[in-house]
């Protein structure tokens, strides 16, 4: 049975969604065409393709796509298959080509941009239609391909805002992120931590805003962290990012959270002038940024107090402790995330140190916080696979959201204002007239006109 548009259409209500959206397989298929076909996706940060011939595999949706550095620099990303008979050209994970691709089927040979370069024994060929310089015997590269900072970014339609403007006003998280470097520059170090999750990929991104769960879903390592601090006398950084979520309600409540289109936001605390002092690592940091930029820019970038940023349908950079959760949908009950840890380039070395026990602490997979979402995440998986009920509740301050030039703000930083932001843009792209099964067929058409 195929989804009609009213179907979708009724799926999402001002005040809440049905729980089809997260355990309908169907579903799940539309959404890789008509979001994941179309929104600009992150695939990764230059740093980790620093040299020619260096590549890193990823999925967009669920495609297998491949980021390489070319010899000219360029960074170009390509799907990951041999247009011979299909193979995957390079096995997951990072690597470097050397000067080109070649298939471990039948050694056909292709340019670090993807096209043809070589297939052996050419004469085999003679009187086919094989064509060296046509697309269809080249890796085909995505749609578009745009960094923001060294973060890049692919599409697979081939028309649609560009990406600064697709990233609207979360684009100023990954300044902060890149800016709290002496240089402007971070990168990718230390490898990266995967979380496999058995829920399906929307309810994390719900959860990066939600306010109202910390003190509950996070209470027993809390509860830890403050049995540990009392009985040491002392409350170090790791304890004081686990206590963190202890906060009482009226904190969470004075938060600001902006909603912007296409299911991006950010939540934020007020301006902390304090931030560049608090303690030694800190004071370094201020002091290497205040030597390039004076004391006040210093202050002003440091003191910029964002917690969780979406970029819906990528994930979440966070820019005070240097981390990316890149989110991977891969079935419609199974996400992976990939927890990527920035250095600043420039900054002290503790503050890379001080990233990666955050990493740690909060995000590793040997966590003693990121279980406890995890274990909700698959809960909310396995009750709405239940007969218990057809609703999903996003009522909290509904109608309270003030309008923005550009997006939302919350009036109380406990609204419910992301997840009905997120599942706006969930709407119009599911219902957007062309899907993109039309737009890769589209796009097959320009790239053979090119050609
Ligand atoms: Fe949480």
Redesign the pocket.
């Known amino acids: 049975m195929t989804l009609s548009t009213e179907t979708l259409a009724g799926l999402v209500r001002p005040d809440s969604v049905h729980k089809s959206v997260y355990t309908d397989p169907r579903i799940f298929e539309l959404e890789m065409q008509r979001i994941y076909g179309q929104a600009w996706i992150y695939v990764g940060h230059e740093s980790q393709v620093p040299a020619t011939g260096d590549y890193h595999t990823t999925r967009i949706g669920d495609q297998d796509v491949l980021m390489v550095r070319a010899a000219d620099g360029q960074v170009h990303v390509l799907y990951n298959r041999c247009p011979h008979k299909g193979a995957q050209v390079v096995a997951e994970g990072d690597g470097c080509a050397g000067k080109f691709f070649r298939c471990p089927y039948h050694a056909w040979t292709f340019k670090l941009d993807g096209t043809h370069l070589a297939a052996p024994m050419k004469k085999g060929f003679e009187g086919t239609c094989y064509d060296p310089a046509h697309p269809d015997f080249s890796m085909r590269r995505l749609a578009r391909v745009e960094s923001y900072r060294g973060f890049v970014f692919a599409s697979q339609a081939a028309d649609g805002p560009d990406l600064k403007a697709f990233l609207g006003g979360v684009a100023t998280s990954i300044d902060n992120l890149c800016d709290r470097s002496p240089v402007g520059e971070v990168e990718v170090t230390g490898g990266v931590f995967r979380v496999l999750q058995e829920s399906n990929w929307k309810v994390f991104y719900e ?1 990066l805003h939600d306010t109202m ?2 003190r509950v ?2 209470e027993s390592s809390v509860v830890a962290a403050r049995e540990e601090a009392k009985e040491i006398g002392e409350m170090p950084f790791e304890l004081l990012i686990m206590d963190g ?1 202890g906060e009482p309600y009226e904190f969470w409540e004075k938060l600001e959270l902006r909603a912007y289109p296409n299911g991006h936001g950010y939540m934020e605390g007020i301006f902390d002038p304090a931030a560049a002092t608090r303690d030694p690592v800190s004071r370094a940091h201020f002091e290497a940024l205040s030597q390039v930029h004076g004391e006040e820019r210093a202050r002003a970038i440091l003191g910029m107090n964002r917690h969780n940023t979406v970029i819906y349908g990528s994930g979440s950079p966070h820019t005070v402790f240097q981390q990316f959760r890149v989110i991977r949908p891969l079935a419609v009950n199974r996400t992976m995330v990939e927890i990527q840890v920035f250095r600043l380039k420039g900054a002290p070395e503790q503050v890379f140190d001080r990233a990666l026990t955050y990493a740690n602490v909060i995000n590793s997979p040997s966590s003693n ?1 990121m279980p ?2 995890v274990e909700v995440y698959r809960r909310c998986q396995e009750g709405n696979g239940t007969r218990g009920g057809e609703w999903v509740s996003l009522h909290r301050y509904l109608g309270t959201d003030k309008a923005l030039d550009e997006g939302w703000v919350s009036t109380n930083g406990t609204s419910e204002l992301p997840m009905r932001n997120q599942f706006a843009a969930w709407r119009d792209y599911m219902l957007a007239e062309g899907s993109a099964a039309q737009a890769g067929a589209k796009n097959e058409e320009k790239n053979h006109a090119a050609a």
């Open positions: 959860n769960h910390a879903t996070h979520n916080v406890d979402d």
